[in-house]
């Protein structure tokens, strides 16, 4: 496997989003965005957490649009190509155009793994403009490898350069990253990418992402000190700094990198990204990250435990999304309870 | 029994997909309008079979096959599920012959029709293309125009939910006309000045019965009392045509923000109870159907 070189992309500023409750200020952004740049990450998602046009009463209005921060950031740098997420079903071709203007070189299109149809026209249209386009199969620990190479399959007919493994929900154990990313390596063409985008819900982001390469992964997601939803994605610097260890080439400074997360993003947090109950919950019970606020909010306006509200999300089977379905369900546990105190 | 059969309004149904199929099933029980014809293009499709099957006049030729027999076998009414692609040029071709188009396509040529808001106006208007927004606008825009009935609604926003398995390969391959037509609609038909719309495909086994939920932000604080009368009443309105429609939480009310919970739960007509998407959609074209043909006069007047 030609695994010299693996392309670090930093997600503070998009998955990031989701801890921050979206309210990430463009200082911040710039700040953050030309530390990484300096640090020699090659690689910066910037959008709402829920990717180009995620603002909404659902997902959680931003502090700014899509545009601003991405017109922020994308000029202030030196050699890191800026990314946006795009969900088909959220966000639309005019986000899509839109990010092409202001800049935007490579555009993520991100569907629920079982549905990589509803992805063809915004990765042609991608491609079609020039773009690095990449197929982001979301909480692909839903479908076993053969069914998810089938969906890749899909993607890459569409246009798609490179299709990630991602494992929304931080559910997956180091042999099923292997499986996946083994069968997308022998499944799609040879110049195809492969990327794994992991969450650190049972502690796993580093070791899951190390596991990735070692199938045939190039591209890594990670964030500077975890910024990222449900326990954060995979610490960045920490990723860096193993890699540099096992002689994998990244190309990124690993003490600008430690400095970037202990000296940036630490400071910027409403609370730790820590493996806390409601996160395990989350990558024990297959829940997408991004509810872990919302369910801890629910819980504290409805007085009903935000790690009940989470096993049920994930005994439902939501994906990502749904969380329209986190205070519907946190009524229907208040009122179940309250039932059961007048019996 | 001729004769009564003869006194319904004769109709088309073009589209032998999911969406064509479920109405006609649905059709076929109408006290007022008769489902002469099915039109395909694939001569192996499920839905022809079945229309064939049910005594429909059919076949794979497509609309320019159905235009020779629309005088003779006098079709009044025709409902377009294709696709946006086609639709304008399927209207073209009906509207010359003085068919009444019910558009279940998103190609939004005419107005938006949602039954339970503005579907008087339309027969008022004589609209003779109307739309059926999307299954999503179908199940939430009641909801903002009951909010909005009661006071200013500066955004309305919705969420729909529906089934992997119940998404038809037309919606997945434009779903941003999806989201693009259902805001629109939630804007001019639903009376926010600012919409948005969210679509989520859920592969869960068994499958879903469709979610939709209505965020609103109203312009004043929220007066819960009428908002919430409002709500129930245009949800029984709602059920009266689509008898799976309800309410699962709310009106919750949080500052200015509205939200509403509700579930649809399709009839089984073609696809299982799940799909209550395809059923608001179908409900709602029949209904449209149902009422144009009763005011006969106009009918008359168009053919």
């Known amino acids: ?343 | 029994m001729n004769n009564q059969q003869n006194e319904k309004i004769n109709v088309a149904l073009i589209g032998s997909g999911n969406i064509g199929t479920d109405l006609m099933v649905k059709a076929l029980r109408s006290e007022v309008i008769n489902p002469l014809w099915m039109v395909g293009i694939d001569s192996d499709s499920d839905g022809l079979k079945r229309a064939a099957a049910a005594g429909l006049k059919t076949t794979h030729l497509g609309v320019d096959e159905l235009i020779k027999h629309i005088k003779r076998d006098n079709i009044k009414i025709a409902f377009d599920a294709t696709s946006a692609y086609v639709h304008g040029e399927n209207n073209r071709k009906l509207q010359a012959l003085g068919v009444q188009v019910i558009d279940l396509t998103p190609a939004a040529i005419g107005p938006f029709c949602v039954p339970a808001v503005n579907l008087e106006q339309l027969i008022e208007q004589r609209a003779n293309n109307v739309n059926m927004v999307t299954c999503g606008g179908q199940a939430t825009i009641p909801i903002v125009a009951a909010i909005s009935a009661v006071q200013a609604v500066a955004y309305g926003e919705i969420v729909a939910t529906i089934a992997s398995k119940s998404a038809g390969p037309g919606t997945r391959k434009n779903i941003d006309e999806f989201t693009r037509t259902t805001a629109s609609a939630i804007e001019q038909i639903g009376g926010a000045v600012e919409g948005k719309a969210i679509i989520v495909m859920n592969p869960a086994e068994p499958p879903l019965m469709m979610r939709d939920t209505v965020h609103c932000l109203t312009v004043e604080p929220p007066d819960q009392q009428a908002i919430t009368e409002s709500v129930l009443a245009m949800i029984a309105k709602v059920a009266q045509y689509v008898p799976g429609y309800v309410l699962k939480n709310g009106p919750v009310f949080d500052g200015n923000r509205v939200s509403v919970f509700l579930e649809v739960e399709g009839l089984g007509d073609y696809l299982p109870a799940y799909a209550g998407n395809l059923d608001i959609m179908t409900a709602a074209a029949l209904r449209t159907a149902e009422m144009l043909a009763i005011d006969s006069n106009w009918l008359r007047n168009e053919a």
């Open chain 1, 1 to 343: 496997m030609n695994n010299n070189k693996i392309i670090l992309h930093d997600m503070c500023l998009r998955d990031g989003m989701h801890a921050k409750r979206h309210q990430i200020s463009l200082d911040q952004m710039i700040t953050l965005a030309t530390a990484l740049d300096d640090a020699g990450v090659p690689m910066i998602e910037v959008a709402h957490g829920d990717g180009l046009g995620g603002a909404s009463l659902n997902y959680g209005f931003a502090a700014h649009s899509d545009e601003e921060y991405l017109a922020a950031v994308i000029p202030r740098m030196k050699q890191a190509k800026v990314s946006a997420l795009l969900i088909p079903g959220i966000g639309t071709v005019d986000h899509l155009n839109m990010a092409h203007q202001v800049g935007v070189r490579s555009i993520r299109v991100a569907a629920q793994c079982t549905e990589a149809d509803v992805t063809q026209q915004h990765i042609a249209l991608s491609r079609k403009l020039g773009l690095d386009t990449v197929g982001f199969l979301m909480m692909s620990h839903m479908l076993g490898p053969k069914e998810l190479l089938a969906q890749a399959k899909l993607m890459e007919g569409y246009g798609a350069n490179c299709i990630y493994c991602t494992d929304s929900a931080g559910y997956m154990l180091q042999d099923d990253v292997h499986q996946r990313i083994d069968a997308l390596r022998q499944g799609l063409k040879s110049e195809t990418e492969i990327g794994f985008h992991g969450h650190h819900n049972l502690a796993l982001g580093v070791a899951n992402s190390l596991t990735a390469v070692a199938a045939g992964a190039n591209r890594i997601d990670g964030s500077a000190a975890g910024l990222g939803a449900g326990a954060g994605n995979a610490p960045l610097e920490v990723f860096n700094a193993v890699a540099s260890r096992m002689g994998i080439e990244t190309g990124v400074d690993v003490f600008k990198l430690m400095a970037v997360a202990e000296e940036i993003v630490v400071p910027m947090m409403d609370q730790p990204i820590r493996l806390d109950r409601d996160s395990l919950v989350l990558g024990y019970a297959g829940v997408y990250s991004s509810f872990l606020l919302h369910a801890k909010r629910a819980g504290k306006k409805y007085g009903v435990p935000s790690e009940l509200i989470l096993m049920e999300l994930g005994r439902m089977k939501t994906v990502g999304g749904q969380e329209d379905m986190i205070e519907d369900v946190a009524l229907n546990l208040r009122d179940a309870a309250c039932e059961t105190l007048h019996k």
